[in-house]
């Protein structure tokens, strides 16, 4: 499970703690959902103890190896977030791939994504190299994909953590951006075969959806401009504040399963659900 139970215990012990003042607020809730939850794989405590105790002496070798890497198809590398990017020569021209018709029309710029998470098994050393591997593989990957990004003048790109620290934390390590609506499957396809030849262990995502999307601009709220995992937190928070009494009354497990179950459904939601639910009030 790529988020654990103790990050859901820690989160709404944080929850019940933000119930007990007054006023509430949405925002609370969504950076609460997000930071103790959604985005980590563990307790703050755990992950904190298991990087000190295994990894924290690596973030120097892992940034060596990021740097290491050599990409064979043209790209664009940003080291200050590691982001090999794919450019096409002829990139999509509609900045609004997706539309929402009722109850009026409304236009909507979406990126997809795809998720990919490291889980590395046995001994801390077989771990390091199964990860060194997971990064060989970037490139690798970002060769395969090319000849796809040309085809359909796409602006794909790839992004992984630029420390170890939050890889390990984090419960996506590997995102895969695209613009072109159904590409998730040829995408994640490639990846499993790649990381699969390599012998790199992925984790099963669990409660968490294997593909998402990111809100970049829409009509009805020209400023929106929010991740999957961030439009999935505000959500929640939204239905937190609104039936505020019942959570109040409800124990730390009964809020954590909520979360647990919350999260496993509204982040398989598509464009059109989280739309409607958050800006279409019946």
């Not at 992950?47 to 790209?75: C, D, G, I, T």
């Not at 801390?124 to 990064?135: H, Q, S, Y």
């Not at 109040?248 to 809020?255: A, D, N, W």
């Amino acid at each position: 499970m790529v988020i654990e139970w103790s990050a859901l215990i820690q989160t709404a012990k944080e929850i019940q703690k933000t119930l007990a003042k007054s006023p509430v607020h949405e925002s609370f809730f969504e950076n609460i959902i997000y930071n103790d939850a959604i985005a980590s794989r563990k307790s703050h405590e755990e992950l904190k103890e298991f990087y000190k105790r295994y990894w924290k002496n690596k973030e120097a070798e892992y940034a060596q190896v990021l740097r290491s890497l050599k990409f064979s198809a043209p790209s664009k590398v940003n080291l200050g977030e590691f982001q090999p990017w794919l450019y096409a020569r002829y990139p999509i021209k509609s900045s609004r791939p997706n539309d929402i018709i009722p109850p009026k029309k409304q236009f909507i710029e979406v990126t997809y994504k795809e998720y990919f998470t490291f889980h590395g098994r046995g001994t801390a050393e077989k771990i390091w190299l199964e990860l060194v591997n997971f990064l060989k593989g970037i490139p690798i990957i970002h060769a395969k994909l090319y000849p796809i990004n040309q085809k359909y003048q796409d602006d794909i790109s790839i992004k992984v953590h630029d420390t170890l620290s939050q890889l390990f934390k984090h419960t996506d390590s590997l995102v895969i951006h695209y613009k072109t609506k159904g590409l998730g499957p040829t995408i994640r396809k490639i990846v499993l075969e790649t990381y699969h030849s390599m012998g790199v262990p992925l984790a099963d995502r669990g409660v968490k959806a294997e593909t998402g999307f990111d809100f970049k601009r829409m009509d009805v709220d020209p400023h929106i401009k929010k991740s999957h995992s961030e439009l999935v937190s505000k959500i929640l928070a939204k239905e937190i504040v609104k039936q505020q009494n019942n959570f109040r009354k409800m124990s730390t497990e009964q809020i954590a399963k909520w979360l647990q179950k919350s999260i496993e459904a509204v982040s398989r939601w598509d464009v059109k659900q989280v739309f409607h639910s958050l800006y279409i009030t019946t």
